[in-house]
């Protein structure tokens, strides 16, 4: 069974930082590009980035670009997301998400709970 | 940057009657196309890819059609499980943009 186990989330002051964790199990995770998709509480879905499945290719959201770094650990089976310069609006739930293929490119089948960041003084 | 749009945002539908669910992408993402369901409270759920293969476990009940820009999801005979808001996504190309949702609720 795939499991996703986000972490890390919590209150953080605008301008702070924050790093997310995915611990994932339940499939080769190392065969799999994953991606991190977020969602203000009672809004729409927003993909935030993408990382390919031996870390050599990322790709961010222009909302994101140049504060968050996407990376991943193969041999922990971990992925993660170390989010700087925090805004009121990244306020969200982050999602930590499988993709079908092993690059940016595929659909998303799996998802993890979601862990919520909040950036409020 | 493909931009994806839903409609209706609302559709109200009574129980045992079928949901038409419509999605238009800016530029054709070919059959790119996924749809998700999310209930309240819960994280989204894969139907839907290459515009009309059910994911695993999905039931018949859901299908999808469509390619290039237009796309379609109708849900038969809605039961009270399927009240819901449903997202479609294109993974043609990066970002991997989803529609902002159409919420099916009870009649």
């Known amino acids: 069974e795939v499991q996703l186990v986000e972490s890390g989330g919590g209150l953080v002051q605008p301008g702070g930082s924050l790093r997310l964790s995915c611990s994932a199990s339940?499939?080769?995770?190392?065969?799999?590009?994953m991606h991190w998709v977020r969602q203000v509480p009672g809004k729409g879905l927003e993909h935030v980035s993408t990382?390919?499945?031996?870390?050599?290719?990322?790709y961010y959201a222009d909302s994101v670009k140049g504060r968050f770094t996407i990376s991943r650990d193969n041999l922990k089976n971990t992925l993660y997301l170390h989010m700087s310069s925090l805004r009121a609006e990244d306020t969200a739930v982050y999602y930590c998400?499988?993709?079908?293929?092993?690059?940016?490119?595929?659909?998303?089948?799996?998802w993890g709970q979601g862990t919520l960041v909040t950036v409020s003084s | 940057e493909t931009v994806m749009t839903q409609s209706p945002a609302t559709l109200s539908v009574s129980p045992g009657e079928r949901a038409t669910l419509s999605c238009r992408a800016s530029?054709?993402?070919?059959?790119?196309l996924a749809w998700y369901q999310q209930k309240p409270g819960q994280t989204p759920r894969l139907l839907i890819y290459?515009?009309?293969t059910r994911a695993t476990g999905i039931p018949a009940k859901f299908s999808g059609s469509g390619s290039g820009t237009e796309f379609t999801l109708t849900i038969s005979s809605l039961q009270s499980e399927d009240f819901a808001v449903y997202y479609c996504?294109?993974?043609?190309?990066?970002?991997?943009?989803f529609g902002q949702g159409t919420k099916v609720e009870i009649k």
């Open positions: 339940g499939f080769t995770f190392s065969f799999y590009a």
């Open positions: 290459g515009a009309s």
């Open positions: 530029q054709s993402v070919s059959s790119n």
């Open positions: 990382i390919s499945s031996n870390g050599g290719n990322t």
């Open positions: 996504q294109q993974y043609y190309s990066w970002p991997e943009a």
């Open positions: 998400v499988k993709g079908s293929i092993a690059g940016a490119g595929g659909y998303f089948d799996y």
